[in-house]
């Protein structure tokens, strides 16, 4: 079965300061990989995706994360937050081998950014 | 293109109510998923179909929950005798058929008293 763990349920970084949200997923093949942000009462919006194609996926807003086979790990970066990047962060999971590519979620990160 | 838009926004009803919420999908996206989050968690998987036919329940769903989506366009996710347990958020997606990626609606915050 397949699982999603986010090292951390909060983190906090100062303005201009670099922003890395672990997630490590548990799959038997490789899957695809997710990273969604949610915004206080609001659904989901997605940041990037990685889907077999290259390892270091550029998303929206200046985040990038790197598919990590050998680390199973997926984590998100981006080099200066801004105030606008509090929200909370969800890395999420489906399996190509899955036709219905539901979602695993992880528990998700809460980023806070100090002025 | 709009976006999956959810009706309503916010609930609160008493415990044993019954409640039904509605997600209109992307227009002409085949596959609609049902997620479940409570506070604190990340989302959970109920249901999804493909047009009109429910092809995956979650464990989560129990009996008192019913998912429609009758002519392949929106869906209606109806709860009956609600509980305090149904507290959470409900959470819409769609995605074309063959396509990985879920676009999410805004949800509907459900609160039982």
């Known amino acids: 079965a397949q699982s999603v763990t986010q090292l951390g349920s909060h983190v906090s970084v100062s303005e201009g300061a670099l922003v890395l949200l672990r997630c490590n997923y548990s799959s038997s093949v490789p899957p695809y990989l997710f990273w969604y942000v949610q915004y206080p009462n609001q659904g989901l919006q997605l940041l990037l995706k990685y889907t077999s194609a290259a390892t270091l996926v550029k998303g929206i807003n200046g985040f990038e994360a790197e598919f990590k086979k050998s680390e199973t790990s997926f984590h998100l970066t981006k080099p200066s937050a801004h105030m606008s990047d509090a929200a909370e962060y969800f890395c999420?999971?489906?399996?190509?081998?899955?036709?219905?590519?539901?979602?695993?979620f992880g528990s998700g990160t809460r980023l806070l950014v100090r002025p | 293109d709009t976006g999956v838009s959810q009706d309503p926004r916010h609930k609160i009803t008493k415990r044993g109510q019954n409640v039904t919420f509605r997600c209109d999908p992307i227009s002409e996206h085949n596959r609609l998923y049902w997620y479940r989050q409570t506070l604190g968690q990340g989302p959970e998987f109920l249901t999804y179909f493909q047009n009109e036919a429910q092809l995956e329940k979650s464990r989560l769903l129990s009996d008192r929950f019913s998912a429609e989506r009758p002519k392949g366009s929106f869906s209606t996710l109806e709860i009956q005798r609600t509980e305090q347990g149904d507290s959470a958020m409900y959470l819409c997606?769609?995605?074309?058929?063959?396509?990985?990626?879920?676009?999410f609606g805004p949800g509907t915050r459900l609160l039982v008293l």
């Open positions: 999420a999971v489906s399996s190509p081998q899955d036709s219905s590519y539901k979602l695993i």
């Open positions: 997606a769609s995605t074309p058929l063959g396509v990985e990626t879920q676009y």
